[in-house]
């Protein structure tokens, strides 16, 4: 199913209608400080998972593709990151305008991603097409970030529990909306929302195709035959122990003897010191915005100080 115009504006709608009936001002979004969303999407450790999230988009054949076909990834990386996470952002903790601007921007360039995906890969055959306003693509996208939001807080605060996965996943629908999923496809419960994931990795829907693993290595610093970082490499390490082996030796991560051992023992040595840390480091930025513009309040320097100090990690992290 193609998300058009009238669906995404429709989808919108529903979602103002959400955020009215939950009594939000308007300042709050589409979520609002006392949602699970606001409440586990604020942590700066969440850019831990950055490139899980990102291989796992990208081991879609019809999104490999798309990314390949019709940006400059390659060239580009950090600025890339940095536009993906400026959009993201603006939708989960921008005023209900704001939301809406960066939900129409993505529709309208997604727009304009059309193509062919040449060869078999898994289960799709080479000459189907795709669009980068499929419904299918697009929930493949929103459940590779609400996943990895929870396999990281769970890997640095411990388990959920059943109650607060499922309040985030029918949190998370506002943001699905953003994108014009249809509403019979978001899940229930978090019980769902698994059954689809795991259903997906298990099955030729998800395949690595040759662009996404020569882009996986752009992403982790080593792309075009460059040295790679050591916070590449560590990157590169978590990122391979939060993902799937089969799609771990798929993309062709480097993941060798010992790996499994090292990461467990940096987070074991960085949960203290980050359950420790004040909010102002962390929590993110466009977090600490939003909580200050709901009080009438403008942005601290400290925040945008913080948001340039991401990014900056980030193009360490790539080689940038």
Do not use: C
């Amino acid at each position: 199913m193609l998300v058009g115009r009238a669906e995404l504006e429709a989808s919108l709608a529903r979602a103002r209608d959400v955020a009215a009936a939950a009594g939000l001002d308007p300042r709050a979004g589409i979520h609002g400080p006392r949602s699970a969303a606001w409440r586990l999407e604020r942590e700066s450790i969440l850019f831990v998972g950055g490139g899980r999230a990102a291989l796992l988009q990208l081991a879609h054949p019809a999104v490999a593709y798309a990314i390949d076909q019709h940006s400059t990834t390659r060239d580009d990386v950090l600025g890339r990151f940095q536009r993906t996470f400026e959009l993201v952002f603006a939708i989960a903790f921008g005023d209900l305008d704001s939301a809406f601007t960066a939900a129409r921007r993505v529709h309208d360039i997604h727009r304009r991603i059309v193509g062919t995906i040449p060869i078999d890969v898994g289960t799709t055959r080479a000459g189907t097409r795709y669009h980068a306003n499929d419904a299918d693509s697009l929930r493949w996208v929103y459940a590779t970030l609400v996943d990895t939001v929870v396999r990281v807080t769970e890997l640095m605060r411990g388990p959920l529990g059943r109650r607060r996965r499922d309040d985030y996943i029918r949190g998370s629908h506002q943001f699905a909306r953003m994108f014009g999923i249809p509403e019979a496809m978001l899940p229930r419960d978090w019980a769902e929302f698994a059954a689809y994931v795991d259903g997906m990795l298990g099955s030729g829907a998800i395949a690595v195709a040759p662009p996404a693993r020569d882009m996986a290595a752009f992403l982790l610093g080593r792309g075009g035959g460059k040295m790679q970082t050591p916070l590449g490499r560590w990157l590169e390490r978590i990122t391979a122990a939060l993902l799937p082996p089969r799609l771990r030796d798929e993309l062709g991560l480097a993941w060798g003897f010992g790996d499994a051992a090292r990461v467990r023992l940096a987070i074991a040595a960085v949960r203290p010191s980050y359950a420790l840390m004040p909010p102002a480091l962390r929590w993110l930025p466009a977090y600490q915005d939003a909580r200050r513009r709901i009080d009438g309040k403008a942005p601290r320097t400290l925040t945008r100080w913080l948001d340039r100090g991401l990014q900056q990690l980030a193009g360490m992290a790539t080689g940038k």
